[in-house]
């Protein structure tokens, strides 16, 4: 198994694209849709989001500028992801806002999952939440049967905060300080 190559800070131009070892993190286009409905169409990938249940094209593009938007209102957000090599659709993940606390997400299409990707979106999402927007803590939220989740949370360094309840769904957040991703570097 090859060693964790340390992240390097991020400057505040990244936002636009973003390049892992693996994976390029860029702003969504309209072109995206496509791939994004269909990764919300399936039932193993919308398991553990909301109702858990799949998502018609309406809502992708709901989604699709509700995600675009969000950069605008708040100067951060999440990226489309692609796979480096291949320029393969990978998923989307980045920070959002949760009631104010800037939260990090990933969500893959399923033939991505098992990679470590998750894991590798989540790291320099967090890095760019800690480098350029100087935010002291970050938090993440899955529901507790989604142990593949709370695993990626937990290789992040977050830690358990609490079991709590968010738009009536039972939920568990983890938290990482900028100090704490700091040392983990």
Known sequence: MSQKKPLAPLSPDAARVIETD?????????EDLNDLAAMLADADV??????GQPKDRDVAEKALRSI??????H???RWAVEEKTSGEFVGFGGLRSLFGTPEVVYHLAKAQWGKG?????GRVSLSYGFDVHRFARIVAIAKPENVDSIH???KLGMHFEMRTSYYGMDIVQYAITAEEFEASR
Not at 22 to 30: C, D, E, G, S, V
Not at 46 to 51: A, L, N, P, S, T
Not at 68 to 73: L, S, V
Not at 117 to 121: G, N, P, Q, V
């Open 75 to 77: 100067g951060f957000g």
């Open 152 to 154: 990626v949370m937990e």
């Open 22 to 30: 693996r994976l390029r993190l860029r702003m969504f286009r309209p």
């Open 46 to 51: 919308m398991r553990y989001v909301e109702d």
């Open 117 to 121: 990707f998750a894991t590798e979106l």
């Open 68 to 73: 675009m938007a969000h950069w605008q209102r």
